[in-house]
Structure formats: structure tokens, C-alpha cells
């Protein structure tokens, strides 16, 4: 009846599948009913947030992480979307936040509303700053920031962009109505978290991580950047273009949030989805919802999601629960949620980490995961170390000793550490970081006519799941 739903108009169609996001497509409507920053102060969109949320706790085995957006167009957007969720009472134990940077700068520009990407980055974080030193300047925005785990950025992917270069302007002086290339939306967004979450981690607050959607559509550079900067991300399907970055991706097991179900309706049918090669590769994969009011049939989208992969592609009892698992360890949920569902070091890498009787994986299981990433490392060093000892009057660098590989979840005090990054100098602390950004030469790769469906609103992240019976 609203006509919200994907269908097969919506394939390799983004225009069409951003439209279903208007209900009887009427974009008035949709300001009305899923906006926050309304003149009805989002009343209507928190009452139907507050019923998603009790489904959660009443099925008691779900945990999910909301996605929200906040655009950059002002800096008062983080004081209205705090508001608005302290207002309403928007908190539960199974839900924490996730906010989205939509990726539409060039929108933006030519509408009048910022005159460079550098004041967009600016209304962005400053506010993130100036409570972190103050949390008395942005009361609301000081308690919402505790449900928030993660930064995402958002757009089509498979849109046409210019070429990254070591001859970019600045985000000051970057002016023109172009958008920047995604590696410049993931640099900035990344190097301002870092600072961020330095000056949050020593004032003892919450730290976030960079989560963003790569490698559904477009140009494979685009997982090339986030693999230097992401915690983890979402989709990452087109790393089955790229054996060499896939490989990166398992050796340092940067997380992979799939959406099968979400794919097949947009980008890639079911049958083609890489998701059980990743998976018995032993990439740290998990399965995430994505618009399910728009992809999903059912009340229940993770467990739809589940279960369709399960019977389609064959997984056991024991693939679902390391799946589960794994999706427990690439959420942002503290530490008292992840040793509940998993063990209580969960932090450490193999069997050591995960308890038989929470997560149903055999340690077995979890030791010839471990012990085949341990293997590849170990053929990566000896390698490294046979070529230095083949140019050792050349090269005065010493041996690669032999160190232990990380775990999926690998970061003990689940605050959100940014996974690569230069130290920062003091005086960049509490400012906002416009710099050069100097990219490697490009290469020329190609580039499928793909879409992606993004929402200003996206309702539904990854959704972590795990259980202590055989189902998950």
C-alpha cells in the first residue's frame, strides 16, 4: 500500500530504490513520519522507534546497532538528533547507535548550504570535540554520545568520481560543486575519529570506530582505502574481484558485515554472493540485516537472513554459531555484553577466547581458524626475512620476529581504537583536521554498473546475534 517495498524494478536501479524510501512516494510524507527534525519534533518516528524496541527485548536473543544520519549541513544537527532521543527516552540494553555521514556534499554546495567540504567536516566534529573537552556544553549530545559505537559514511558507490591524486585540494580549499572521491571522505572522516577518540580516551569517555559501507558497488580502491583506515565494514562483496586485498582483509581480519538478502534485491543475485567463500576461507564474516522494511518478508530480518543462508548454502549448526560470533565481536557493544555471549577473555585470540557453552562453536573449530592464520603470518615472515637475508648488503633492515596474529575482536577494553594511525602532537587535540591527503598512484580497474541504495534515515544496521542453543 505505501509502496515502500524493493522489488525487481529496484536492481542495479539506486534512483528507483531511493524513491521507495518516500511513503506512496510523496517525500513530504517521509519528512513527516521518519524525520526527526520535524515540526512535530520527531514524536511519531520515536514512538515507532520504541516499538522496534521492545520486539528486541522481547526476543531476548537479538542485539542491533541503528544507523542514523547526520549530514553536515549545520553544526546544530547534534544537538536536535540528541534532543531528540533523550526526549523521547530512546535507550535499551539491546540497541546502541551508529551515525552515518550520508556522502552529498555536492548536493549540498549547490544548494547554497556549505561553501567548502572543509566546513562540512567542520559542523561534523566540532560539536564532537567541544563536548568531549566540555561536557557541559552539549548535555544531550554529552549522554547520547555513551550508545554511539560507530561512525559510518554512506552514498552509491558505483557513481562516477574523480581519481584520488597527491595534488587534491584541501577540505578548506576545496570549493568547487564536485564531490570528493570516497578515499577522501574515509581519510578525513578517519583521521578526525582518531584524534577524537584520543582526546575522549584521555579524558576517560567512550571511543568510537570507523565502520564504514565499502565494496558493494563501484571501484575496488574504494576497499583499498578502508582496509588502511576501517574497524571494520559493510558488504565488501567486491573483494571477490580482488584476491589480493581479499587476502589482506583475512590476514588482518578487518570485519565483514554481509547482507545477502539486501544484495540479491540491488547489486548481486544470491547465487553469486561471496559470502560462503569468504566465510570457509576464514574472513571474518557475519551477516547483517540492511533496510529490512524495504528487503525483508518477515518480523524477524536477521533470523529471515539466517535462515535463507542456511538452507541455501548449506551451513551447519556450527557455521551459523561461529557466524553469530563472530558478529558479536564486530559490534560495539561493552565488554559486560560480548563476555555474556561469548567468554569472558573473548578478547583473546583462540580457543582461549570463547566458551563452548555460550557461543556453541567447538574449540576445534576456533583453533584450526586460528592456527591457519598463525600459519599464513608465519609464512609472510619467514618470506620477508629470506629477502632481506638475499639483499642484506643492501637493505640495514633487521629480521621480522615472529608475533602473535590478531583475533577477530582483538581490542580487549571494546573501546573502539581506531586500527592504524600515526601518533597526533598535542596541539591537535580538541581541533578538527584539514591536511593534505596524499593518496598511491592509481590504477585502472572495472568498474560494473552497480548502485547502491542509501537512506538519509537508515533505521537498520548490522544487527549482532548470538544465542546459546544450536539456532543461534
Known amino acids: ?113 556549505l561553501d567548502s567540504f572543509g566546513q562540512m567536516i567542520d559542523n561534523i566534529f566540532r560539536p564532537l570535540f567541544e563536548v568531549s573537552v566540555d561536557p557541559k556544553s552539549h548535555r544531550n549530545l554529552h549522554m547520547f554520545l555513551r550508545q554511539v559505537t560507530a561512525f559510518d559514511i554512506v552514498d552509491d558507490e558505483s557513481k562516477p568520481e574523480r581519481r584520488p591524486t597527491k595534488n587534491m585540494r584541501t577540505p578548506e580549499d576545496w570549493d568547487e560543486e564536485i564531490n570528493p572521491p570516497y578515499s577522501y571522505y574515509a581519510y578525513y572522516v578517519y583521521a578526525n575519529l582518531m584524534v577524537l577518540n584520543r582526546l ?93 522494511l524495504q528487503i525483508h518478508m518477515t518480523k524477524e530480518p536477521l533470523v529471515e537472513e539466517y535462515s535463507i543462508a542456511a538452507q541455501v548454502w548449506k551451513l551447519t549448526s556450527c557455521d551459523l554459531s561461529e557466524v553469530a560470533r563472530n558478529s558479536v565481536l564486530q559490534s560495539g557493544f561493552p565488554d559486560a555484553c560480548k563476555a555474556h555471549w561469548i567468554s569472558n577473555s573473548y ?41 632481506i637475508a638475499r639483499h642484506a648488503p643492501k637493505l640495514t633492515a633487521a629480521p621480522i620476529a615472529a608475533y602473535p596474529s590478531p583475533g577477530p575482536g582483538d581490542d580487549g577494553d571494546d573501546s573502539g581504537d581506531v586500527t592504524s594511525g600515526s601518533m597526533v602532537d598535542e596541539e591537535e587535540q580538541g581541533g578538527v583536521i584539514d591536511g593534505q591527503q596524499e593518496t598511491e598512484e592509481e590504477t585502472e580497474e572495472d568498474v560494473e554498473e552497480e548502485v547502491y541504495g542509501m537512506d538519509d534515515v537508515n533505521d537498520v544496521g548490522a544487527s549482532p546475534e548470538a544465542s546459546n542453543n544450536n539456532n543461534s
Open 347 to 387: 578478547f583473546m585470540p583462540g580457543p582461549i577466547g570463547n566458551d563452548i557453552y555460550k557461543t556453541n562453536v567447538p574449540k576445534i573449530r576456533i583453533s584450526f581458524r586460528q592456527e591457519t592464520l598463525d600459519g599464513e603470518h608465519e609464512v609472510i615472515r619467514l618470506g620477508v626475512n629470506a629477502h
Open 1 to 113: 500500500m505505501l509502496d515502500m517495498h524493493a522489488d525487481k524494478n529496484t536492481f542495479h536501479r539506486f534512483d528507483k530504490f531511493n524513491l521507495k524510501y518516500n511513503p506512496c512516494g510523496q517525500s513530504r510524507l517521509r519528512e513527516i513520519f521518519l524525520k526527526h527534525d520535524n515540526y512535530q519534533r520527531g514524536r511519531y518516528m520515536a514512538e515507532v522507534t520504541r516499538e522496534v524496541f521492545d520486539d528486541l527485548q522481547f526476543s531476548k536473543y537479538q542485539h542491533a546497532e541503528y544507523r542514523i544520519s547526520i549530514y553536515g549541513r549545520k553544526p546544530s544537527e547534534w544537538d536536535s538528533l540528541s534532543s531528540w532521543v533523550v526526549e523521547h527516552k530512546l535507550y535499551s540494553d539491546n540497541v546502541m547507535w551508529m551515525i552515518q555521514i550520508p556522502r552529498l556534499y555536492n548536493i549540498y554546495r549547490e544548494q547554497g548550504l
Open 200 to 292: 575522549r580516551e584521555s579524558k576517560g569517555l567512550s571511543t568510537f570506530d570507523f565502520r564504514p559501507h565499502a565494496g558493494e558497488a563501484g571501484d575496488v580502491d574504494h576497499l583499498a582505502a578502508t582496509f588502511l583506515c576501517a574497524h571494520n565494514i559493510s558488504h565488501g562483496i567486491n573483494l571477490r574481484k580482488s584476491p589480493g586485498l581479499q587476502y589482506l582483509y583475512y590476514l588482518s581480519q578487518i570485519g565483514l558485515a554481509l547482507s545477502p538478502l539486501s544484495n540479491n534485491s540491488l547489486f548481486l543475485d544470491y547465487s553469486k554472493n561471496p559470502f560462503p567463500v569468504f566465510f570457509s576461507r576464514g574472513l571474518n564474516v557475519s551477516i547483517s540485516t540492511d533496510d529490512p
